[in-house]
Nanobody, 119 residues
Framework: QVQVVESGGGLVQAGGSLRLSCAAS????????MGWYRQAPGKQRESVAV??????DYADSVKARFTIARDNAKNSVYLQMESLKPEDTAVYYC??????????????WGQGTQVTVSS
């Protein structure tokens, strides 16, 4: 079983910055896509940023403000968020996909971390 834990959320004023971290643990043999998703109250969960191989993909609403990066040696993925806006307020979830040491695929989610941006 693969566990995923996020950290780094909090309260920040509009225009501020936050860095989210996500670490996966367990018998992981390889990781493929890693990504950040968010869900605001009353809205569906949406993709924010995904990194797979050497490619990244961002939601239009965060392009040029957010940067996703991964550290394979640490089974970790990060989201640097700049120029935050009140509409970025949401619970942010980390998703990790890959294969375990037994060759089984996994698709694991963290519990989420709250990001609140005040105006």
């Amino acid at each position: 079983q693969v566990q995923v834990v996020e950290s780094g959320g909090g309260l920040v004023q509009a225009g501020g910055s936050l860095r989210l971290s996500c670490a996966a643990s367990g018998r992981i043999a390889s990781m493929n896509a890693m990504g950040w998703y968010r869900q605001a109250p009353g809205k569906q969960r949406e993709s924010v940023a995904v990194i797979a191989g050497g490619s990244t993909d961002y939601a239009d609403s965060v392009k040029a403000r957010f940067t996703i990066a991964r550290d394979n040696a640490k089974n970790s993925v990060y989201l640097q968020m700049e120029s935050l806006k009140p509409e970025d307020t949401a619970v942010y979830y980390c998703n990790v996909q890959g294969r375990t040491a037994w060759g089984m695929r996994f698709d694991s989610w963290g519990q989420g971390t709250q990001v609140t941006v005040s105006s």
